[in-house]
């Protein structure tokens, strides 16, 4: 398994702080940069975060909200000025109206761009991983999407067995060669020494309200990024703006399984993280509320 580095490069919500910076989660694997939205500022939080702006190989986007989206023009622009040429593609996915929105922002022909609209079911092939869109529910009249990065399963040798064998050194790459190995008169199997080793899996909401569809989603998942607008005194401005409280995001763990909830798009109104955090471990203990640069390595 390799190791996934997560950085939340903007926690906030609608509108920027000093505290919080708008919504972008950078996560890096096998060398490659996959945004997770990129809110305004989202370039100089790469910097000041060490996240490598040129190794961007996806921006994902949940939905077309200015506070998702207006980071993305300066990025291009930086990526495409000539001490920083790139020929690599730049893939930007998401929901229906992306391309003719991305293109309105940016306003040049960019060589390296490419921009793909989605919906639910999309999924594409890392190799080693996937990553696939599910629909949340953040409009009555548009989609919202979230995202699910997951590692493929891998076989692992049973390191007991093995010694047991006395399987070592060379012996290995035979077997993932031929699929078995002699031992003597004994025909040891691949599958009689190896197990399978669940992949890692991360799930990205955007902004959405409570939704069964996110739990199917997640289910299982190591961590759950999931937006709380909203404390429980905002119920009514959460289900109206289609936002999620931070008891609706304690549910959808709790329900989903995870292993671990982080609690991001935080509302500019709330200031003591401690008192989010309280509310939502009345449902879902393992939870953490996100800040500008909080970083999980998996």
């Known amino acids: 398994m390799l190791m996934m580095r997560l950085v939340v490069l903007g926690s906030g919500?609608?509108?920027?702080?000093?505290?919080?910076?708008?919504?972008s989660i950078a996560l890096r694997y096998e060398g490659d940069v996959f945004l997770f939205d990129?809110?305004?500022?989202?370039?100089?939080?790469?910097?000041?975060?060490?996240i490598s702006y040129s190794?961007?190989?996806?921006?994902l986007i949940s939905h077309l909200?200015?506070?998702?989206?207006?980071g993305i023009p300066g990025l291009l622009y930086t990526l495409s000025i000539e001490e920083n040429k790139r020929k690599e593609p730049l893939l930007i996915a998401g929901p229906k109206g992306t391309e003719k929105r991305i293109r309105e922002l940016v306003s040049k022909d960019i060589p390296f761009?490419?921009?793909e609209e989605i919906d639910e079911g999309w999924n594409i092939d890392l190799g080693s991983a996937v990553i696939y869109a599910f629909r949340t529910n953040h409009s009555n009249n548009g989609v919202s999407l979230g995202y699910v990065f997951e590692e493929k399963e891998t076989l692992r040798f049973d390191k007991e067995k093995c010694e047991?064998?006395?399987?070592k050194g060379k012996m290995f790459k035979i077997i993932e060669s031929e699929g078995y190995i002699k031992?003597?008169?004994k025909t040891v199997k691949m599958e009689e020494i190896t197990y399978k080793k669940k992949g890692k899996k991360i799930v990205i909401t955007g902004d959405t309200a409570y939704s069964e569809n996110t739990i199917?989603?997640?289910?299982?998942?190591?961590?759950?990024?999931?937006?709380?607008?909203?404390?429980?005194?905002?119920?009514?401005?959460?289900?109206?703006d289609f936002h999620s409280t931070v008891m609706d995001a304690a549910t959808v763990a709790n329900k989903a399984r995870v292993k671990k909830l982080v609690l991001y798009h935080i509302g500019n109104r709330y200031k003591d993280d401690k008192e989010i955090e309280d509310e939502a471990k009345k449902i879902f203990e393992n939870t953490v509320v996100a800040k500008d640069g909080l970083e999980i390595h998996l």
């Open 183 to 185: 031992l003597g008169k």
């Open 113 to 115: 761009l490419k921009i």
């Open 13 to 23: 919500a609608a509108v920027p702080s000093p505290e919080r910076n708008l919504t």
């Open 55 to 59: 190794k961007v190989r996806m921006i």
């Open 216 to 240: 199917k989603h997640a289910s299982g998942s190591d961590i759950l990024f999931h937006e709380a607008t909203f404390m429980e005194d905002m119920r009514d401005k959460a289900d109206e």
């Open 164 to 167: 047991k064998l006395g399987i």
């Open 65 to 70: 909200h200015g506070d998702h989206i207006f």
């Open 38 to 50: 990129c809110g305004e500022g989202t370039q100089r939080q790469m910097m000041k975060y060490k």
